[in-house]
């Protein structure tokens, strides 16, 4: 197989099959920048917030409910109202709803098990209402950083639901923050997702499979560039 490597970008309706082609490369020795069962591990994204919690970056509190009757006795455990709740698969902002009451939160909760799927109630960090912090890490350092804002009236700042993006320089805490959530997964392309809280900064997801163009136009990096030189160092 005439392949010196493979950089793994995978959408999230497609996980397991696109994992099986990782892992089929990584069986004929070809390296990868993510490894498949990292990528399986990281789309799940109440066992990665367990992950990073363990090795101590700060996320809001998050709530996993089994039943709309858990989530009806147990929601208060991340705060008081509004909440967010989001599928434990979902990228690009879909599958994420805030819920301004106790009984929005439970209907939320209703609508999505009466699916069957899973589902996790966030605290909703009322400080940093539609902005967020995404962070790209490549090879244990910060490639590039931008701030997003959700367009008005938008509590989400993902650019494929309308939001902006500034070139941002991250503090100090931010990048160690960044870079310990990617180790903490093993992660060695990834895009770290924060949020400016008034307690510091707080991980709201990493992204496995995150996209270049946005942050490349938002700092003028080349973040391609970069992942190609690890590449490079490692094959």
Request: aromatic share 6%.
């Amino acid at each position: 197989m005439d392949v010196d490597a493979v950089i793994p970008r995978i959408g999230a309706s497609v996980t397991f099959y696109r994992t099986a082609v990782v892992r089929q490369f990584e069986m004929v020795k070809v390296f990868t920048t993510t490894e498949s069962q990292v990528l399986v591990r990281s789309r799940d994204k109440l066992r990665s917030m367990q992950v990073i919690t363990r090795s101590g970056v700060g996320i809001p509190k998050n709530g996993f409910y089994r039943s709309q009757q858990g989530c009806r006795q147990h929601r208060g455990h991340v705060g008081g109202a509004p909440y967010i709740t989001k599928l434990l698969e979902g990228t690009q902002g879909l599958g994420v709803v805030l819920a301004d009451t106790k009984k929005a939160a439970v209907a939320v909760c209703e609508a999505f098990n009466s699916s069957k799927a899973r589902v996790i109630v966030q605290e909703f960090i009322t400080e940093c209402r539609g902005v967020d912090v995404r962070a790209f890490v490549v090879d244990v350092r910060i490639a590039g950083a931008m701030e997003r804002t959700g367009k008005e009236g938008e509590f989400r700042s993902n650019l494929h639901g309308g939001g902006t993006t500034e070139l941002i320089e991250l503090t100090h805490e931010e990048e160690v923050t960044a870079i310990k959530a990617a180790k903490a997964l093993v992660l060695h392309v990834a895009g770290v997702d924060m949020l400016q809280s008034d307690r510091g900064p707080l991980v709201i997801e990493v992204n496995s499979s995150p996209e270049s163009e946005g942050i490349e136009a938002a700092t003028g990096q080349d973040i391609a560039g970069e992942i190609v030189k690890f590449i490079e160092r490692n094959v």
